[in-house]
Structures are given as C-alpha cells and as structure tokens.
C-alpha cells in the first residue's frame, strides 16, 4: 500500500507540475541545440524563440485558462450546448489573434529583427516562427476544451508529447539545416550564414512539433466528441447564449491574463536589444551574437533549471494554500504558505550557491567537447562570471513565483497586475541607465534581473501579508537556510580547488555535490530548520535520521 500511495503521488505530481517539467525540457534543449548550431546560431535563435513564447502565452496559455474555466462552470451544470459554444467562438477568436500574429511576423521580420533585437540575420528564424504561432493556438484551444470537462491528464500528455518531439524535431532539423547553412556560407563567404540556418532550421522544427501536437490533440478530441453528442440529449440549459456575450467573456478573463503573461516574460527580447546595443558602441559588435547566444543557452538555462526545480517544490503547497483560502482556513493557510516559504529556502539557497561555486566546471562541461575551441573559451569566462553575479536570480525568481501565484490564487489580479508592470518598468529603466548609458554590459544585465525580481518578490511579498495578515519567520523560514548553504558552498569550493586539476570537472561537480549536500542537511538538522518528519520523506532520510539520533541533534 505504502508503495502504491508514493507511486500515485508521484502520478500526480507529473500531472501538476506537467507545465514546469515541460518548460525544464525546453530549458535543457538549448545546451545540445547550442552544440549544434553553435552560440553564434542561439543568438540568432534567440529572439525567434522568446517571440513565439510571448505570442503563445496569450494563444495558447492564456487562452486555455479562459476558455476552461467558462466551460467548466457550464458542463458542472450540465448546459453542454453553451458550452460547446464556448469551445466554437475561442476557436475562431484565438485563430483570427494568431493568424493577425503570424501575419505580422511574416511582413515585418526584417524589420523586428533590425529595430526590436539588432540582430539582422534573425528574420530568418522570424520567418519560420509564423507557422509555429498557428497551431500553437489550436493547441492552446483544445487544451482549454480538454480542461473545460476536467481531462486535465490528456492536457498534461499533450504537453509533454509537444515538449519532446520538439526537442527532436529542433535537434534533427537544426542539424540538417546548419549543414546546408554551412555550404552556402562558403559560398558566400560568410560563416553568419552558416549560424542564420541553423537557427532556421530550429525554428521550423518548433513548427514541426506543433503540427504533431495539433494532430494527437486533434485526434483525441474526434474520440471524445463521440462521449459528448450523447450528453447532448440531457442538456439542461434553458437558452442558448449570443456569440456576442461569450466572445465578451472570453476577452474579459483573457485580457488580464495576458497582460501578467507577457510581461511577466518579455524581459529576454529587452535584455537582447540592450546588450546587442552596448555590444555595438563599444566597438565588440562582431563578437555579439555570440556572446548573447552563449548567455540564453548556458546562463539562463542554468539559472532557469534551477528557478523550475524550486518552483516544482512549492507548487503542491500554492494548490493546498488557494484550497484552505476558499474554504475561509485562514490559519491552515497562513501555517501552508510559512511551509512553503520554509521549503522554498530550504532548495533555492544551495542551489543558488552550488551553481555560483561551480560554474567555470558546470559551464565546461555544457560545452562537451568544444569547450576547448578558442570561441568557447572566450564566451566561458564572461558566463562563469556571470554565474557567480547572478545566481541569487534564483531566489528571488523563487519568492517571486511563490507569493505572485499566491496573488492569483487569492484571486487579487488588480495587485497582481501591478506587481507585473512596475517589476517590468523597473527592470526596463534599470537596463537602459545600467546597460544603455552605463554600458556596464552582463554586469548592468545582472543587475536590471536582481531589480526586476527584487521588486516582484517584495512587492507581491507585501500584498499577500496585508491581505490574509500572514507574519513571515525569517529566522527558520530564511536565515538558517541560507547560512547552511553558505557554509556547505565553502566546502564544495575547496573541494573543487582540490579536485578539478586531478579528477576532471564531471567527478569534481558529483564528489562536491554530494559532500555539499550531506553537510547541508546535516546543518539543517543542527539549526533545527528540518526534523524527522521532513527527513522520513527524503531519499536516504533514513541514514540522516540515524545520526541526528545518535549525534542528539534531533
């Protein structure tokens, strides 16, 4: 029995998390696509991509989330008839957003890539985003159908059946691509070329994926339309309502969504002009493409992987906080959000250390083989001081989920809002004075994340306590945490002087991991942050158990 509950909880855990897991694979994809089509072609990549995720977050997530919730409030009432009027007028509204969205990809890609990124040779990857940006909003609708009658686990197989066939259609296209790329830049002779298909060929295998996605879904939704035409026949909606009135609806959830969606997470496409600009004045414009390349494959993925694995951790607790709010548990819900606060802490600080103390051997071995090109060593050393300047985005991108969902969960969407805007103003007059006029480079980059999170984190910190009257306890929740990272993190630092000469970077990163981790715990335990009922609940907590017990620490 005990077997079946953790395999079930794990089930359900996959299901839930099944957004955050899907984002880690994109995140992780960079590194071999990086490989492949080189830094140079991840910057050209780059702007490509992040459009294509802000587009979709208003076709495809936002849209979803909308379109759902009216459906479902209609099937639990059993008017199937309104509510497949729904699920006809967010198809045609979400395809008439996509194809306007698509329509200005296709005629103003040159004029994107030269005005909004700098970076002339991404109109290419501009170009093949435009398809991609259709069936992605298909994909967005039927998942928001599926979610609608409470199929929320085939919404969760269509995202990671999208996830890893883009991986493999991105990999294998962009290969292929960058080949053909390879040969018309030595015809031109211009290696840019050569890094301009690649990104195309990526691109297009993002569209490919989609096409796939669209068609299980599809496929799916022929299947379950069967079940529905006999619910059909116990409808009991009294009247029909307008296309007018729902489309009204739609646009009235959709619109707030969108506005947190997109600029929650247009801050990459500014931070790409603002570098590639401070690239150009200070006379390093050829070398720009790569390094911003390098920047969005191992930087921010390596951050991003990080922020996702703290977000997994809390997110089960957001749910069970937004439950005991509507049902008026105040008390269990401030006790869930100090848990939450405490296990954040307990995750996002080593990590956050783990990766400042080992980022030269981290960003060495995301190289593979080509980490001893002159090109990677040059990008390398700007990334391991970057890492080191900016890995404590991590927690604060951590505390900025937490409390923001904790926003949306206490239904507070006005405060929600402007947290949103003011974090992305801040970080927009912070890049232009750090970058723009400063012409700090990554360092004013680092710095513009660190305010814009700060800000967020803060800000929503704040609305959330005055709201449900929530205290924090620093000491246990924040500050204990953080000291036993540090004091590990020192441990893994002399480790890795000890090590990497000797044993290579793969054994240094596993051997400090392991010791860095053991004396975390253990320090955890010592400083009474975690007791035996967290440890009985982590891999080998059994062992931990034994020597707090034998130690007298716990």
């Not at 928001?144 to 990999?171: D, P, T």
């Not at 796939?212 to 619910?231: C, F, H, K, P």
């Not at 707030?256 to 590639?276: E, G, H, I, K, T």
């Not at 548990?329 to 956050?352: C, D, H, N, Q, W």
């Amino acid at each position: 029995m005990g077997v079946q509950f953790m395999m079930k909880n794990i089930k359900n855990q996959i299901v839930m998390s099944a957004g955050i897991i899907s984002y880690m694979i994109l995140l992780f994809m960079r590194i071999p696509l990086a490989n492949i089509i080189g830094d140079a072609g991840m910057g050209l990549f780059a702007p490509a991509f992040e459009l294509f995720i802000v587009i979709t977050l208003i076709t495809s997530y936002s849209m979803s989330k909308s379109m759902s919730g009216l459906i479902r409030y209609r099937v639990k009432r059993e008017r199937y008839r309104n509510a497949g009027k729904v699920f006809h007028a967010a198809f045609f509204l979400n395809l008439f957003i996509s194809a306007a969205a698509s329509g200005i990809l296709l005629l103003l890609s040159s004029v994107i890539a030269d005005v909004l990124v700098l970076e002339h040779l991404s109109r290419m990857a501009l170009l093949a985003a435009a398809p991609a940006v259709i069936f992605a909003s298909l994909i967005g609708t039927f998942r928001g159908y599926f979610n609608g009658y409470g199929l929320g686990v085939l919404v969760a197989h269509s995202q990671y059946i999208e996830k890893i066939s883009m991986v493999i259609c991105v990999l294998l296209c962009s290969k292929a691509f960058q080949e053909y790329g390879e040969n018309v830049a030595a015809l031109l002779q211009s290696d840019s070329y050569a890094y301009a298909y690649g990104a195309l060929g990526a691109m297009l295998g993002v569209a490919l994926s989609q096409v796939i996605t669209t068609v299980y879904l599809l496929v799916i939704y022929a299947v379950y339309s069967v079940t529905l035409r006999g619910r059909l026949g116990q409808d009991n909606g009294k009247r029909l309502e307008t296309q007018y009135s729902i489309q009204k609806m739609i646009l009235s959830s959709l619109v707030p969504l969108s506005l947190v969606a997109v600029f929650s997470n247009l801050f990459m496409l500014f931070d790409q002009r603002f570098f590639n600009y401070y690239m150009n004045v200070s006379g390093q414009g050829e070398v720009r493409t790569r390094q911003w390349g390098g920047y969005y494959s191992r930087f921010a993925v390596m951050i991003g992987l990080g922020a996702a694995i703290c977000c997994i951790v809390v997110l089960p607790m957001i749910g069970k906080a937004g439950s005991s709010y509507d049902r008026e548990e105040y008390r269990p819900m401030r006790e869930r959000i100090g848990k939450a606060v405490r296990k954040l802490s307990i995750m996002a600080f080593p990590i956050t250390v783990y990766l400042a103390v080992l980022a030269q051997s981290l960003i060495r071995l995301s190289y593979g083989k080509k980490s001893a090109s002159i090109a990677a060593k040059e990008v390398s050393k700007l990334l391991v001081f970057t890492m080191q300047e900016g890995a404590i985005v991590i927690v604060l991108f951590g505390f900025s989920f937490l409390f923001g969902q904790l926003l949306y969960k206490l239904n507070m969407v006005r405060e929600l809002f402007f947290t949103v805007m003011i974090s992305f103003l801040v970080h927009l007059a912070a890049g232009y004075l750090l970058v723009h006029k400063l012409l700090l480079g990554m360092t004013g980059l680092i710095g513009a994340l660190l305010l814009m999170f700060g800000v967020y984190a803060s800000l929503s910190f704040v609305f959330v306590s005055r709201h449900i009257r929530y205290r924090q306890d620093w000491l246990t929740g924040v500050t204990f945490p953080a000291i036993a990272a540090g004091v590990s993190g020192v441990v893994v630092f002399l480790l890795q002087l000890v090590l990497t000469e000797a044993a290579g970077d793969l054994i240094t990163v596993l051997v400090a991991l392991v010791a860095g981790v053991f004396i975390y715990i253990f320090l955890l335990m010592a400083l009474r942050v975690i007791g035996e009922a967290e440890l009985s609940r982590m891999p080998l907590g059994f062992f931990f158990i034994l020597l707090g017990k034998n130690l007298g620490i716990l």
